[in-house]
């Protein structure tokens, strides 16, 4: 058990009496988290903006909806046709990343491009909602972001993964509601990914392996709206009303501050 509480001490980076006490009391919840979440870089994974903790929803910085879901879940699909159908209504969050940009990537559309200490510049100035490090690079969405929108009149959408899920319920600074997406089974997201017929058979055993992880992981947060994806237009169809409905609540709180 000791050695749990300095392992789980170092990572979280708690006060010395408070984490003990608190991780005693949330041991199993905790260990899961840790062992269920080791692709990521745990000493980059963060307890952003702590003073920004514990905000009612009068403090919150900014409306937004948040999305996760695994790789081959029809997430994107979704996203997409969301995004379609309502046109000028909502705003795609934009993440900054220190990960080179692909041929078909542009800087201010699909990411943010920025260098490493740029990045750890606005992580020192907690410029973050929420960060993280994947497989060496920095992701993370600019509290700057969110706010832009807001004043735009546009209702941001966060694509995250369950890592960022915990981090931004962790800080708790954004009025937002959560979606998960996922397929009925571990097979019917395997034959998913066959078909988009660009993956190999060992980045599918590894994308099945973190789905395993993430699923498990869903358990333990907190989700408005779960869609069980296996029909796409009956599941874009609860999205749709889902959105809408966050849609007329966000038009009349813009109103209020008119």
Known sequence: MNNWLLKISSILNFNHHYNHRYILNNIEKIKSRI???????????????????NHNNNNKIANAIVVCGPSGSGKTTLLNMLFEHFKNELKFSISHTTRKSRPN???????????????????????????????GNYYGTSIQELIANEKSGLLSVLDVDIRGVINLQKNNILKAKYIFIKTPTL????????????????????????????????????????????????SFEKLRQFVQSELTRFKESQKTKL
């Open 105 to 135: 990537e542009i800087n201010g559309k699909s990411y943010y491009f920025v260098d490493r200490s740029t990045f750890e510049q606005m992580i020192t100035n907690k410029e973050f909602v929420e960060y993280s490090q994947f497989s």
């Open 35 to 53: 062992m269920s979440t080791n692709r990521y870089d745990h000493t980059t994974t963060t307890t952003i903006n702590k003073n920004l903790n």
């Open 187 to 234: 097979q019917f997201l395997e034959s998913n990914l066959r078909k988009r017929g660009t993956e190999t058979d060992d980045s599918i055993s590894v994308r099945l392996k973190h789905a395993a992880e993430d699923l498990k992981q869903a358990e333990t947060l907190h989700f408005d709206l779960i869609i069980e994806n296996i029909v796409l237009n009956d």
